[in-house]
């Protein structure tokens, strides 16, 4: 089945620098790539997403990657804010009959003032 | 206002009391699913409906039970909840299953004894 590796796990940065947090998937048939954020306490949020016929999205500062070939997709965020500090989860879904999603294992950011 | 419910929020149970944990939208939606969130795991889906009376395994199905009468319920069912369940549990659900925002609801939590 499908499998969702997030890396890093955990990211530090330094305010107005950029985040990426990158994910791969194994299953080919995935089309749909969401990107999810998680404030503690609080419920995920989407973000972002992109399908599988598209190879970048941005949306203000924040941006997702696909490659396809590679079956790796990447989260950009740039010029970060302290209220970027959350937990960021990647995403692969699969509509073959069904449409399940898998999550990453998510990313912990912080944005140091 | 448009959002998804869960009820209860917090709960505590032995194990093998059977429970229900509900779920409603009022976003007419046709997708549902269920996670759980682990600490280091990231969000497993449990189970997916796609429309009334059409439910499919997650990745985690074990332990748990769905059904989905009504478009706006997606009730999860515990048989004999063990100590393994215990976790936080999330209800999404989005507009189609063809991809798409997923809507979480406010969370879960579930302790068993």
């Known amino acids: 089945g499908e499998n969702v590796e997030q890396h890093p796990s955990t990211l530090s940065v330094q305010e107005g620098d950029s985040a990426v947090i990158k994910c791969t998937y194994s299953?080919?048939?995935?089309?749909?790539f969401p990107w999810y954020k998680q404030e503690l306490g609080k419920r995920p949020q989407l973000i972002i997403d992109?399908?599988?016929?598209?190879g970048e999205k941005k949306d203000q500062r924040i941006a997702v990657t696909l490659n396809k070939t590679a079956k790796h997709f990447s989260l950009h965020i740039t010029e970060t804010q302290p209220e970027d500090s959350a937990v960021y989860f990647c995403?692969?879904?699969?509509?073959?009959?069904?449409?399940?999603?898998?999550f990453g294992a998510g990313t912990r950011l912080f944005v140091k003032a | 206002e448009a959002q998804v419910t869960q009820n209860p929020r917090y709960l505590i149970t032995v194990t093998g009391k059977k429970l229900t944990v509900t779920c409603s939208q009022n976003?007419?939606?046709?997708?549902m699913s269920w996670y759980r969130q682990d600490p280091g795991l990231g969000l497993r889906q449990i189970y997916y409906s796609m429309n009334v009376e059409v439910t499919d395994k997650g990745d985690v199905p074990e332990g748990y039970k769905v059904s989905r009468k009504e478009k706006r319920n997606f009730p999860l069912i515990l048989e004999s909840p063990s100590p393994n369940q215990t976790s936080l549990y999330f209800c999404?659900?989005?507009?189609?299953?063809?991809?798409?925002?997923?809507?979480f609801g406010p969370g879960t939590r579930l302790l068993v004894l």
């Open positions: 995403a692969a879904s699969i509509n073959t009959g069904g449409f399940k999603t898998i």
């Open positions: 999404a659900s989005s507009l189609s299953f063809t991809g798409g925002t997923q809507y």
């Open positions: 992109i399908r599988s016929n598209v």
């Open positions: 299953d080919s048939a995935s089309n749909y």
């Open positions: 976003m007419n939606h046709e997708y």
